[in-house]
């Protein structure tokens, strides 16, 4: 059974459908959710779903904490659900091609520090762009620069808001994202 760890700073949707997605798997299980906002429903979450939850500081992700925890947990792979911090390249060297993220457009466009949620989905708008979506990566140590694994995309309709580019990206997030985790996994075995 393969250990994931999930790092997450917002509500947590998408470490919940990963969770629901793994349950009764004998694959791989989520064996905790780091975070690094107190303020995060993330947590609640995490709470509910009965999967241990970890909020750190900035000093204990920079001075190696947090990589001796996960790896005290002989976590397999690390998942970026919604985690806005730069992976440091420790972490990449500890875990390569076992780090993936999620970002809400098609990189390499609307990709780097600061696009993230809200702010990539105004730059699309206000780019017409005529189709958005989702990027699976492995993480290395630059924004959104690392390998691709998977992309799917939508449809941007005239008059669409931010807030319609990211309902309909949502809806690709929570299908393909524990999916192609699953997959991954698999392939890696």
Known sequence: MKNIVIFASGSG??????IQHLHGSTLAQVSCIYCNNPEAGVIERAKRLNVPCRVFSRE???NGI???EIQALHADWIVLAGFLW???SSFVQAYP???INLHPALLPKFGGKGMYGHFVHEAVIEAGEKESGI???YVNEQYDEGAIIHQSSFSIDPGDSPEDVARK?????HRDFPQVIENLIKQSN
């Open 13 to 18: 949707s998408n470490a919940e459908k990963i």
């Open 60 to 62: 204990e992700y920079k």
């Open 66 to 68: 947090v990589l001796s």
């Open 86 to 88: 730069l992976i440091p």
């Open 97 to 99: 091609q076992r780090i």
């Open 135 to 137: 990027t699976i990566h």
């Open 169 to 173: 990206g949502q809806v690709l997030e």
